[in-house]
């Protein structure tokens, strides 16, 4: 059975950072690309950040490039994501979700509020 954990969320003022983690089990993790989303409130879910399995490709949404840096420890199989220099419209639940042979896992979430 896949698990994927978030943790990591909380309030931060703007400008501070946060570092996010999402721990898998039930698959071989380094095999998958996992990525981050966050759905801010009333708004849909939108893509932040994605890892490839070796992560020798990694991309991002233009709105958190150069603040956002995700990263990944295949023998802790763990993903992350660092968070810096973060705005109140970073607020959002952020997930983290694999990806393999058409089937995604998500995981249940975690709350990040930027206070201005």
């Known amino acids: 059975q896949v698990q994927l954990v978030e943790s990591g969320g909380g309030l931060v003022q703007a400008g501070g950072s946060l570092r996010l983690s999402c721990a898998a089990s039930?698959?071989?993790?380094?095999?998958?690309?996992i990525a981050w989303f966050r759905q801010p409130p009333g708004k849909q879910r939108e893509f932040v950040a994605y890892?490839?399995?070796?992560?020798?490709?990694?991309y991002y949404a233009g709105s958190v490039e150069g603040r956002f840096t995700i990263s990944r420890d295949n023998a802790e199989n763990t993903l992350y994501l660092q968070m810096n220099s973060l705005k109140p419209e970073d607020t959002a639940v952020y997930y983290c979700?694999?990806?393999?042979?058409?089937?995604?896992?998500w995981g249940k979430g975690t709350l990040v509020t930027v206070s201005s």
């Open positions: 979700r694999a990806h393999r042979y058409g089937i995604n896992y």
């Open positions: 890892i490839s399995g070796s992560s020798s490709n990694i």
């Open positions: 039930g698959l071989a993790f380094s095999n998958y690309p």
